[in-house]
């Protein structure tokens, strides 16, 4: 999977603005089916789907591709 690492600042700037304590870009790891993205709020994990459809045609993320992003998004601060 190769893609650009502004396709995830592109998605976490979408993300945001339903919930900016998700924080800032920090890095990412590969997982199974996708990257793990490490911000300075948590993390969140984000299909390879998910970055194929916002690298090849953003029009085509819909909100709810949004809102299940952060459906996975665990806080620095969750215990």
């Known amino acids: 999977m190769q893609f ?4 995830i600042y592109e998605l976490l700037i979408r993300a945001q603005e339903f919930d900016p304590g998700i924080g800032d870009y920090q890095s990412y790891k590969k997982i199974n089916g996708g990257i793990s993205v490490i911000t300075t709020g948590g993390s969140l994990d984000i299909p390879t789907y998910l970055l194929d459809k916002q ?3 953003p029009a085509l993320v819909s909100q709810d591709d949004i809102l299940g992003l952060l459906g996975t998004y665990k806080s ?4």
């Not at 650009?4 to 396709?7: G, I």
């Not at 620095?76 to 215990?79: A, R």
Request: proline fraction near 0%; charge should be positive.
């Open 4 to 7: 650009s690492v502004y396709v």
């Open 55 to 57: 690298f090849n045609n």
């Open 76 to 79: 620095k601060h969750h215990f």
